[in-house]
């Protein structure tokens, strides 16, 4: 059989048929995760997840915008290929459950504040006896030692922590919060580096230790210390703290976001030095090139006279006689980096995205049941050339496969799983 996803006439068929091998295939991922980073870290690995409280599940299943049936159209997407069981951690019978399932996972993703999975008894030193190969993935605040380890963390505050809130808006204003959790999915991802680093030392380590798993211990802030680029040294070697730049980034220039004639603004990296003159000449501009211009470090010193004459808020800047098409029409011409800044309209339209198969088209439920409706939801990156992945279907209802999971891994009976349900372990599906 074969799984394409195409949503564009002439998009790439980038995901083959499901007999292609998958770098992941065969890895068994158990998901202890709510919210974004965790989950986000698991919908990458994107093979097996996710355990969910019973009744409610995760929090984010009712966030934001949702659908006819009462699920939010994000979770579809973040709890793509995964199977999700619903079982009560706060009793013992649902903890030693876990417990089991761990035991036969290659993978476990757990997002708790610190102690609480020690506190259940599924701490790594819990499990380890019985599966010495799992390579146990945690994401917290603070990461799960040091004085601050015990607070609790929500991305929102470990972006200001990690500087990223700091730099992120404009000279004398309150710093800005992108409209999303930033600081969780950049944790998730780093989470999915840690756990393929892990799987690929458990080959090396095998002919020195029977444990060859080990605890990937990721923190949000330091998730977000990671891309803070050159803050840290040159804050040691020059005393300088990297202040907030509003729409341009610090010592570059030029690059900023420029308005339109028709009220939109485009982006222009025009920063290197061949591509500066390219820039100049095409708006017109060459008196602002030369000796003074030469490098980056001379226009620096010039940046308001270049960004004035490019577009900034004065009546003869270039970019604000022009419409947004006509500015990109001459940047192409002269191979000057240019765009527009895109909104969730522009991307799902946009043919560029289509034809890479970044925009998935998948179905929640089927017609009989009163669903079979199709929601767009991203692709991953990176494109894998000969074990491409892909999204083999929505991110399941609540406890949708409990009793797959609790019959076919763990070999419980129906009276056993039923038994569970009337308890209140698992929630009835």
């Known amino acids: ?29 158990l998901e202890l995760g709510q919210l974004v980073a965790g989950p986000f870290c698991g919908s990458i690995l994107g ?44 009793t013992q019978e649902g903890r030693d459950l876990v417990k089991q399932l761990a035991e036969q996972s290659d993978v476990l993703i757990e997002n708790f504040k610190p102690g609480t999975m020690e506190k259940w008894g599924l701490g790594p030193e819990d499990i380890y006896p019985a599966n010495p190969k799992l390579i146990y ?3 917290s605040g603070y990461g799960q030692t040091g004085p601050y380890s015990k607070r609790p963390g929500y991305a929102s505050v470990c972006e200001g922590m990690g500087g990223f809130r700091f730099v992120n808006g404009h000279p004398g204003d309150p710093p800005v ?3 999303m959790s930033l600081g969780d999915s950049l944790a998730g991802l ?20 029977e444990r060859t798993g080990q605890v990937v211990d990721v923190a949000i802030y330091e998730s977000m210390l990671n891309m803070m680029e050159g803050v840290v040294p040159e804050f040691d070697r020059f005393d300088e703290i990297r202040q907030p730049s509003g729409t341009t980034v610090t010592g570059i220039v030029p690059t900023n976001t420029y ?28 008196d602002l090139t030369g000796e003074k211009y030469k490098v980056n ?6 940046q308001e006279a270049i960004d004035g004459a490019i577009g900034n808020i004065w009546d003869s800047a270039w970019t604000l006689e022009h419409t947004t098409d006509e500015v990109l029409e001459v940047m192409e011409k002269v191979s000057v980096p240019a765009g527009k800044i895109y909104d969730a309209k522009d991307i799902v339209e946009d043919e560029h995205i289509n034809a890479r198969g970044m925009i998935e088209n998948v179905t929640v439920g089927t017609k009989e049941e009163g669903r079979g409706w199709n929601v767009k939801i991203p692709g991953m990156s990176p494109v894998l050339g000969t074990t491409p992945g892909s999204t ?38």
């Open 259 to 286: 308005p339109c004639k028709d009220g939109k603004h485009v982006i222009i990296g025009g920063n290197g030095d061949s591509i500066y003159v390219r820039l100049m000449n095409a708006i017109g501009r060459s």
């Open 297 to 302: 470090a001379d226009r620096v010193k010039e």
């Open 137 to 139: 993935t945690r994401i």
């Open 1 to 29: 059989t074969e799984y394409h996803v195409v949503t564009h006439k002439k998009a790439w068929k980038r995901f083959k048929t499901t007999e292609a091998i998958k770098p992941l295939q065969g890895i068994r991922v």
């Open 47 to 90: 093979y097996y997840g996710a355990v969910e409280p019973p009744k409610i599940g995760d929090p984010l299943r009712i966030w934001r915008h949702l659908d006819k049936d009462g699920q939010s159209a994000w979770s579809r997407s973040l709890s793509r290929n995964k199977k999700s069981i619903t079982l009560d951690l706060k």
């Open 392 to 429: 083999e279907w929505a991110g399941p209802d609540l406890g949708e496969h409990t009793n797959q999971v609790l019959k076919d891994l763990l070999g419980l009976s129906d009276s056993e799983i039923e038994k569970l349900e009337q308890d209140g372990i698992t929630k009835p599906k």
């Open 177 to 179: 919060r992108p409209n």
């Open 190 to 209: 780093h989470a999915a580096l840690g756990v393929l680093l892990g799987l690929i030392a458990k080959n090396k380590l095998a002919s020195q230790t």
